[in-house]
């Protein structure tokens, strides 16, 4: 065992039980999975994902390369988690990886939760400067949320032993968790990690609030909550992460980051090896010394790149009989299937464990995300964090500020500075607390130990990248980073290169022969960490993922065996199966019926339009290529509406309802976008119009009656109301009761069959369709769905916006010309004079006759003119609509034609895979064209 | 996400909104006048400055009125929101 008998923040009356890779183990409440397993001895945790190498936990943190693990069994099972970021609990199980994860086949029945908030001042970091910055924020009358990303506030010192005010540090911690408690503006978020800096200071927090309690989570609290956070101040005080120091064989089990030993030791009284040797460039790794002397281990030698290391760190580790190698590099390293055994320094070291320190990279990830610069600090050897164009402060190791004293000021001003920005107190912050600080020798940076080959120098451990790929790629011809990155894979590992970006970037330098500075950095993109997809799904999953929308009528759809189609949004029947039927048997049914008896569609789904106001007439004539001035009230007109480019936009019925008041239809799944269109001209270019627009698309219920004798099914539903072709003509509107309902019939026909469209309000809707069916019953009514509604239409050559159409075809390219006004101004007008619009050679909407009458082209097959040619081949236009016509006993189809309004009779070749498939060009419509059984 | 100024609502997330183009995109007084170059612009030439760009916005989710916002296009800073009838 390798746990001290004393001393770390682990609770050693509570013992839990896990396991790892099937062997069971014990650790404390307190541990993470990594510490735990370090305390039991466990040394090799993964082999790496190109060549199989063992490797071993490196870090204590979020920066974590090596110590990938899967967690907990059964729907629960999380894949691709970091060792040294999960809390151990009672039963946990965990298995190591080989570079990548299992997702559960189940599904995650886990809640997963959002929540949007707003602060005066958000802090992001909860070590010895996020804490200060909070209490001083705080402490102004500010609105503050702090968000740490570990289970208790403390950040780095928890594995500290600094003194402040002359007691241990965790002392303070404890008085500044106790005071920022009694804030009552100020919210802690624990096992919060900030992953994503957006616009405006938004900032978004993933939270992990069950999965540190196993199976004895509450069932009803969600797994994880994704915040939203909108500060008008932040202060990012997100720490610095260690430098690994780069030469051949340094990814071995045993070789970790100092920093990382001395949380291991102080915070959770663990020694990840019997005889350690310190490697660094700096006096921080000193402390590690120091750390692991007391400890008991054996501490040979600190090797030191540095020429002279002088000073207070040093002399304190010369006082205890430790060897500083001066001017000395770990040059190479030996060991076996536990890892670590042996360094060389220019003598052979026995060790099995060596702590490495190459310096601190501030965690500028949120600052670059926010769109901060940054600046290399030659003095630091470090990028630091330099203009920031949103409301944003850095303090404390993410500004390069390193030291305990100076973090705890720098996070009082900023907070303080931060409160003051938005109104909260004078900026000025209360005194700091009083903190033994020894003076620093500088850093010496140092990015790389010659070596030859560079073939076991790891830069990357996660992606397992060498010196000797970063020579690779700069032979290729590499010079930025990114590319780089790209080349190499450098920092595309989960751990998105945290301990990796820096030195491959001087590495980069080294071999091109320019400074770091001039390199740069890669740009850091959300999220910092992984977060789950199901995080960012939330609760917006399954049926609340993209809503569906019924009309009032769809029970009775439901009940007799409807199969819906997805339009937009909208749940519509499909066509409705008789047992037995399939569904080409049904649609032909279908459309028999419609052509010689009678038939009822649902179609609510109709975008509706209220358009009232003393304006609305010239309105109307605006939006619309045809006039309105003769629709009389208690009519109504087909219209079709442009882009100002001229392009169709979208169709529909105007009723003429009353004096200065109109109801415009829309198509189905356009509702929306066409009265944004109305309101965008109607408020940016026509402000001065009398128009009021309301949406009524769910407040009317609409029963189309179609077939020879839907005006008996009309009488008998409504028998006061006159129904005969003199009464009751094409295109006119009759309100009166249907079915014991108030109700608006409109004579319209999207089928070319004779036909009444009644609408009543959307409550009586299913009980308006009953009576239909009910009256209809003598007659054989038929209920019929938009599959053969578009059979319908297409038989009679009417274009189905969006389907025929594209946002590419005129008006006249339809061969609609008819509904284009001459006399008046409209929007799109002007572009139909264009020279591309008034080209002769422009798809036209035409039929098609396929050669044989039992060819069903494919929607969206091309065409060509010749059957034989060689490549490349003219394509002349493509399939928009095709069927199989029980009125004309055969298939037919509507195309786009380059021209092909000139080309009536002749014949083009769809090239399908089998074959080629001829047809021929006809007028778009098959089936009464003199209108006579329409107007009937 | 931005957070964009509704003049008649305050600020709101970008969500509640939908975007318009470019502000201030005349539209010739008579079409039918102008020749098709001048009509071309109209429809297809936009400003793409990087820096401050003066744009429309219908707050759809809320009051569903448009309006016009200065942005900056590097740094999305909103500079500016004002009415439609506002003076640009
Ligand atoms: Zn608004």
């Known amino acids: 065992m390798t746990r001290l008998a004393s001393g770390g923040r682990i609770d050693r009356s509570r013992p839990l039980r896990f396991t790892f890779d099937a062997l069971p183990h014990t650790g404390f409440a307190g541990d993470t999975l990594a510490s735990a397993l370090l305390a039991n001895g466990v040394r090799v945790v993964s082999q790496s994902v190109t060549y199989g190498r063992l490797r071993g936990i490196f870090s204590a943190g979020v920066e974590e390369p090596n110590a990938l693990v899967q967690v907990g069994g059964g729907t629960g099972s999380e894949p691709m988690l970091r060792a040294t970021q999960v809390e151990l609990y009672d039963g946990l199980v965990a298995e190591s990886l080989n570079a990548r994860g299992r997702l559960s086949p189940e599904p995650d029945v886990a809640r997963y939760d959002k929540l949007f908030a707003h602060c005066d001042v958000l802090v992001v970091g909860g070590g010895s400067t996020g804490l200060a910055a909070a209490l001083a924020a705080g402490k102004a009358g500010a609105r503050v949320i702090l968000a740490d990303e570990q289970a208790e506030v403390g950040g780095t010192f928890l594995g500290g032993r600094d003194l402040i005010d002359g007691r241990p540090a965790t002392d303070w911690l404890a008085e500044v968790a106790t005071d920022l408690a009694a804030l009552p503006e100020v919210r802690v978020l624990s096992r919060a990690t900030a992953v994503g800096y957006y616009d405006q200071n938004c900032v978004l927090i993933a939270q992990r609030r069950t999965a540190h309690l196993g199976p004895a989570a509450p069932a009803a609290m969600a797994r994880q909550r994704l915040w939203q956070v909108r500060a008008k101040q932040v202060v990012l005080a997100t720490g610095a992460h260690e430098r690994p120091m780069v030469f051949a064989e340094n990814d071995r089990p045993g070789i970790m980051l100092a920093g990382a030993v001395r949380t291991y030791v102080n915070r959770y009284g663990v020694v990840p090896g019997h005889r350690a040797v310190i490697f660094t460039n700096n006096d921080s790794a000193y402390a590690c010394a120091i750390d692991l002397d007391d400890a008991g281990l054996d501490v040979p030698a600190v090797v030191d790149v540095r020429p002279n290391p002088a000073g207070g760190w040093p002399d304190r580790v010369r006082e205890r009989g430790i060897e500083v190698l001066a001017g000395q590099v770990v040059s190479d390293t030996a060991g076996g299937n536990r890892g670590l055994e042996s360094v060389w320094a220019g003598q052979r070291i026995d060790c099995d464990l060596l702590c490495v320190s190459g310096g601190f990279n501030p965690a500028v990830h949120l600052f670059i995300q926010s769109q901060g610069r940054l600046r290399y600090d030659e003095i630091l050897a470090c990028f630091v964090p330099d203009e920031a164009p949103q409301a944003v402060a850095v303090a404390g190791a993410a500004n390069g500020t390193f030291g305990l004293r100076d973090c705890i000021q720098e996070g009082l001003a900023a907070g303080a500075a931060a409160a003051s920005a938005v109104g909260f107190g004078d900026g000025h912050p209360a005194g700091a607390p009083q903190v033994e600080t020894v003076a620093e020798h500088p850093i010496v940076p140092f990015w790389l130990v010659p070596d030859e080959s560079g073939a076991t120098q790891f830069v990357d451990l996660e992606r397992d990248v060498t010196v000797a790929d970063v020579r690779r790629a700069v032979g290729a011809g590499m010079q930025s980073v990114e590319h780089v990155k790209r080349y190499t894979t450098i920092g595309t590992g989960s751990d998105q290169g945290k301990t990796a970006g820096i030195n491959s970037a001087a590495i980069v330098g080294a071999l091109l022969g320019q400074p770091v500075a001039a390199i740069g950095t890669t740009t850091f993109r959300p999220p910092y960490v992984p977060v789950s997809f199901a995080l960012f799904a939330g609760r917006t999953r399954g049926q609340l993922f993209d809503p569906a929308r019924v009309t009032p009528i769809h029970p009775w759809h439901v009940a007799h065996g409807a199969v819906f189609e997805n339009v937009g949004q909208w749940k519509r029947p499909w066509y409705f199966p008789h047992d037995g039927e399939t569904m080409e048997q049904a649609v032909l049914r279908e459309c028999r019926a419609v052509r010689e008896g009678v038939a009822a569609m649902d179609v609510s789904t109709l975008g509706k339009i209220d358009i009232q106001g003393t304006d609305a007439l010239r309105f109307l004539n605006r939006i619309y290529t045809n006039a309105y001035d003769t629709l009389a009230v208690g009519h109504c007109r087909y219209g079709l509406m442009c882009k100002a480019d001229g392009m169709v936009f979208d169709d529909g019925v105007v009723m003429h309802v009353g004096p200065d008041r109109y109801l415009a239809t829309t198509t189905s799944g356009g509702a929306a976008a066409v009265l944004d269109w109305m309101e965008e001209w109607l408020q940016t270019e026509w402000p001065d119009f009398r128009v009021r627009l309301t949406s009524v698309s769910d407040q009317w219920a609409t029963v189309a009656v179609a077939g020879p004798r839907s005006r008996e099914v009309l009488r008998a539903l409504a028998p006061a109301m006159a129904a005969d072709a003199v009464s009751f003509p094409f295109m006119a509107i009759r309100e009166g009761m249907v079915a014991g309902i108030p109700a608006r019939v409109c004579r319209i026909s999207f089928s070319g069959e004779l036909a009444f469209e009644i609408n009543v309000a959307s409550w009586y809707g299913l009980r308006l369709w009953e009576a239909v069916m009910a009256a209809g019953e003598p007659f054989g009514i038929t209920p019929y769905g938009t599959e053969a509604m578009h059979v319908l239409r297409a038989e009679k050559g009417y274009a189905i916006i969006g389907q025929d159409t594209d946002g590419t075809v005129t008006p006249q390219d339809l061969g609609m010309s008819w509904v284009v006004s001459k006399k008046k101004d409209f929007i799109g007008r002007r572009s139909h004079r264009r020279a591309d619009t008034a080209r002769p050679d422009r798809m036209h909407l035409v039929g098609l006759l396929p050669v044989e009458p039992e060819d069903l082209l494919p929607e969206g097959a091309q065409l060509i003119l010749e059957p034989r040619q060689e490549p490349p081949v003219a394509i002349v236009g493509h399939v928009t609509s095709s069927y199989r016509s029980a009125a004309l006993g055969r298939t037919f189809a509507l195309a786009l034609v380059k021209g092909g309004r000139d080309r009536m009779a002749s014949q083009v070749y769809a090239p399908l895979p089998d074959r080629l498939h001829p047809a021929t060009v006809t007028e778009p419509i098959f089936y009464d064209k003199e209108g006579l059984v329409r107007d009937g | ?88």
Not at chain 2, 4 to 12: K, T
Not at chain 2, 45 to 53: A, F, T, Y
Not at chain 2, 62 to 79: E, L
Request: contains cysteine; proline residues 9%; aromatic residues 12%.
């Open chain 2, 1 to 88: 996400m931005l957070l964009i100024p509704c003049p008649w609502c305050g600020q709101r997330d970008e969500i509640e909104f939908r975007y318009g183009g470019a502000a201030h995109v005349e539209y010739p007084a008579d079409p039918e006048t102008v020749d098709d170059a001048t009509w071309a612009r109209y429809l297809f030439v936009r400003p793409n400055p990087k820096g401050p760009l003066a744009e429309r916005w219908c707050h759809s989710q809320g009051c569903r009125r448009w309006f016009n916002i200065v942005r900056d296009t590097v740094t999305h800073q909103i500079m500016r929101s004002y009415r439609m009838e506002e003076a640009p």
